[in-house]
């Protein structure tokens, strides 16, 4: 039996790309680009923008970028 699903609104959202490597960084800057969704360099992923994911995105700075918010 299928669940209705009720209708997210729309909010403001991140655009949040990998620039480097996790590689040989501490274990949780890793978790964190998971986290995020984040497994190759250069891919793009879009978050809400809520305090949680702007802290994760200030977590690892030198690794992601805010592509368009």
């Known amino acids: ?38 497994t190759r360099l250069n891919q793009r992923v879009v978050r809400p923008d809520n305090p949680a994911i702007r802290g994760m995105v200030e977590t690892i700075p030198h690794l992601v970028r805010i592509v368009s918010e």
């Open 1 to 38: 039996m299928r669940v209705a699903r009720t209708p997210r609104k729309r909010g403001k959202s991140l655009e949040i790309v990998q620039v480097r490597s996790g590689i040989g960084t501490p274990e949780n800057h890793k978790r964190t680009l998971r986290a995020l969704g984040l």
